[in-house]
């Protein structure tokens, strides 16, 4: 078995290896079957897919597990296996931490590792266009390099740990609503500039093994059958090396999914009309339809991802839980959820709850219980503390059941103010929980919007009326603090009458420990935020999409018209349009104050820097996000972009300078004719701030014309 030999390359091996297999055992490669219920293989671990080993050639079993939030265990029906339920998406994203996305990746690769997967279905890179997208908590928030890099390093992260990741949905599923059918319609240009750039930067980072086709169309188009973006983009121009596989339900066709550069078809018994890459592909291919070589290319990228992540070499070793290795997960997942919460709104500095604070109130949210998390596939039921610390929430099935992960605010916040009364109301009665507010010195509510996959939101409003909740306990209280565990942006109609609003997002299994340090002052917010939080859908760009939620009054439309803001996606949208969100991109409070200056940028060939001071002038520790933008050329359709940025702690008057590369391409126009980047000829202006809306100093770079690539 020369391809065993570590030594040679992936490509070598995985060559080797083809030359080896019959017809057969090519074919048995192609394919996932469904590892849940009937369905699933006798041998095969309960989990998303399963393709059988070959062991005349050494060719390991793959094990597919969901997914990107932390190692799913469906029904708990591999007793005892748990994992880490990491904080959603945009809280990882709101870090702005290389460091944190790569250990929330290795943490969620180690333990599906551990339980004897090899395969996680993890890098959700998709943009967040719109605040009602009901999957916007597997993402990373609205701008490529942002969303690219962090989702590129916990990729990376995954996959040190010989576990192959995956890099998904490929591309433009950007909302839930109609997704197996509706067709995402966006210009080449725009396209590449937006949603194309993020992954091709998680790409660039992460390397990963695989890369998940989407359900929609794209211009007409299905993901998995899209030549253009399948063939041309991803495997030529971007010089990808791996395989294409298929979402669950994603395949449609043999000859034509496979000539468009789809490489293995996910549970197609289960979820397609047919498997379509067993005997109809096997026809396709004995008639010449697809070409032998085009098999043979299939089954070769997909060992050599396996092979290049080490699956080969180090296979997953299925072993019993390890109290040291859970405690490890949940230090990360309590540090991201810390570092990732994002304080919106301090007045009168609130927060940090001082020692003089004697009766709290703690109003809402299932905060005695636990805290909120998303739905649908990625959804960790089952951790070393238990499944759903609220059983019996609806809906109790897909893309249920609601999940709140048991870690209680109440409990963590009596430990973390032991000087204090807590006491709780759990906010159904608003006189009830108005009284409560009125005897204490402080009432916090906590506020919850589930969201989940398959489903997108029907607004941006909280549910169940806790807005009036909120008015209640205000009116009874003003010393009130909000913290808010949501999918993303919500309209905040009493955001001025509340002092403190701390937007948690769904913080994971140790949320509630780190809400409480958060609220202390143990721990000091440094989250800023992914996403523009507009004051209310009328700023969005589509304020009305028909199909919305469940059981909606309009029927879904068959085509979502992404060109109405193409490129300038989220705050270059707010940008475009010259309006004022409620909360900017990049923005975050912090119980301390940065001032940044002295900002100069250069151009020595091919890099671009920018250097600049950043000071402490508070009396906290704190960490600074200092950000960097470019104003494009006058008259360019995009006026600014994220370029670079940088996360540093400080102490309290401490200074330093900062250098932070900035990103080539953001500098760049996408052109289609050449399938190239341009950097116009021209001067540019850098702007140095701590949001895209907050801007401390500007400094121009004059750049002649060239071409990326």
Same mark, same amino acid.
């Given at each position: ?317 299925? *072993? ?5 290795? $859970?405690?490890?997960?949940? &230090?990360? +997942?309590? %540090?991201? #959820?810390? !570092?990732?919460? =994002? ?75 032991? *000087? ?5 109301? $759990?906010?159904?009665?608003? &006189?009830? +929980?108005? %009284?409560? #507010?009125? !005897?204490?010195? =402080?009432?916090?509510v906590f506020a919850t919007q589930w969201s989940a996959e398959s489903v997108d939101l029907p607004d941006m409003h909280l549910p169940d009326g806790q807005d009036a909740l909120i008015e ?128 100069t940028v250069h151009a020595d060939g091919d890099r671009l820097t920018a250097r600049f001071e950043v000071r402490n002038t508070g009396a906290r520790a704190g960490a600074a996000v200092p ?83």
């Amino acid at each position: 078995m020369p391809w065993m030999d570590p030594d040679k390359s992936p490509d070598a091996r995985a060559a080797l290896l083809v030359a080896a297999m019959t017809q057969d055992e090519k074919f048995q490669l192609l394919r996932s079957r469904f590892a849940i219920g009937e369905h699933k293989p006798a041998e095969a671990l309960t989990a998303a897919g399963y393709v059988a080993p070959i062991p005349r050639l050494g060719i390991p079993s793959q094990g597919l597990v969901d997914a990107g939030l932390g190692v799913t265990n469906p029904g708990g029906a591999r007793e005892g296996d748990h994992a880490t339920a990491m904080p959603s998406g945009p809280a990882t994203a709101s870090t702005w931490s290389r460091e944190v996305a790569f250990l929330g990746g290795q943490t969620m690769g180690r333990e599906a590792w551990r339980q004897g997967f090899n395969v996680l279905l993890a890098g959700s890179v998709n943009l967040q266009r719109d605040p009602r997208n009901g999957r916007n908590f597997e993402y990373a928030g609205e701008d490529p390099l942002l969303a690219g890099t962090l989702v590129g390093e916990s990729i990376r992260g995954v996959q040190s740990q010989h576990v192959l990741s995956t890099m998904k949905h490929y591309a433009l599923n950007d909302m839930e609503t109609h997704r197996n059918f509706h067709s995402a319609q966006i210009g080449d240009r725009a396209m590449h500039e937006s949603d194309l750039l993020a992954f091709r930067i998680a790409l660039e980072i992460g390397e990963p093994g695989s890369v998940m086709c989407s359900y929609n169309r794209i211009n007409g188009v299905y993901g998995c059958e899209h030549d253009e973006l399948l063939n041309n983009v991803l495997k030529r121009d971007w010089k990808y090396p791996g395989y294409v596989m298929s979402d669950w339900g994603g395949v449609h066709s043999a000859s034509k999914a496979a000539l468009a550069g789809l490489d293995q078809q996910s549970a197609g018994e289960v979820f397609d009309k047919a498997v379509y890459f067993d005997r109809p592909l096997r026809m396709a291919v004995d008639a010449g339809v697809v070409p032998q070589a085009r098999l043979d290319d299939m089954a070769h990228r997909i060992l050599r991802s396996l092979i290049a992540v080490g699956a080969f070499d180090h296979p997953p070793q299925r *072993q019993p839980p390890d109290a040291d290795l $859970d405690a490890a997960g949940f &230090a990360v +997942a309590q %540090r991201t #959820a810390e !570092e990732g919460a =994002v304080l919106l709104r301090n007045a009168g500095e609130l927060l940090p709850l001082g020692a003089d604070v004697r009766r709290i109130a703690v109003i809402g949210g299932h905060a005695d219980r636990g805290v909120i998390a998303g739905g649908g596939s990625s959804m960790v039921g089952w951790t070393s503390r238990g499944p759903n610390a609220v059983p019996g929430v609806k809906p109790t099935t897909w893309p249920g059941p609601v999940m709140f992960q048991p870690s209680s605010p109440l409990l963590a916040l009596r430990e973390a103010a032991p *000087q204090a009364r807590v006491d709780y109301a $759990d906010g159904s009665d608003r &006189a009830a +929980a108005a %009284r409560l #507010a009125r !005897e204490a010195d =402080v009432a916090i509510v906590f506020a919850t919007q589930w969201s989940a996959e398959s489903v997108d939101l029907p607004d941006m409003h909280l549910p169940d009326g806790q807005d009036a909740l909120i008015e209640a306990v205000v009116a009874a209280n003003p010393r009130t603090v909000v913290v808010l565990q949501t999918n993303g942006p919500v309209t905040l109609p009493w955001a001025d009458r509340v002092p403190a609003i701390l937007q948690a997002w769904y913080p994971g299994i140790r949320g509630g420990e780190a809400i409480a340090r958060l609220l202390t002052g143990a721990a000091n917010p440094s989250g800023r935020l992914p996403v523009t939080w507009p004051v209310d859908v009328a700023q969005l760009p589509r304020p009305h999409v028909p199909g919305l939620g469940f059981n909606p009054p309009q029927k879904p439309e068959d085509a979502i018209d992404y060109d109405i803001e193409g490129a300038n996606v989220g705050y270059r949208w707010f940008a475009a349009k010259d309006l004022t969100p409620r909360y900017a991109f990049g923005y975050g409070l912090s119980y301390t104050q940065f001032a940044l200056s002295d900002l100069t940028v250069h151009a020595d060939g091919d890099r671009l820097t920018a250097r600049f001071e950043v000071r402490n002038t508070g009396a906290r520790a704190g960490a600074a996000v200092p950000q960097l933008y470019v104003h494009l050329p006058e008259d360019h359709p995009t006026p600014l972009r994220l370029a670079g940025w940088d996360k540093l702690e400080l102490q309290p008057g401490e200074s330093r300078q900062v250098e932070v590369a900035l990103a080539p391409r953001l500098f760049a126009d996408y052109d289609p004719t050449t399938r190239s980047w341009r950097i116009p000829a021209g001067r540019y202006r850098v702007a140095l701030g701590q949001s895209a809306a907050e801007i401390a100093e500007t400094a121009t770079l004059d750049l002649p014309e060239r071409t990326l690539d």
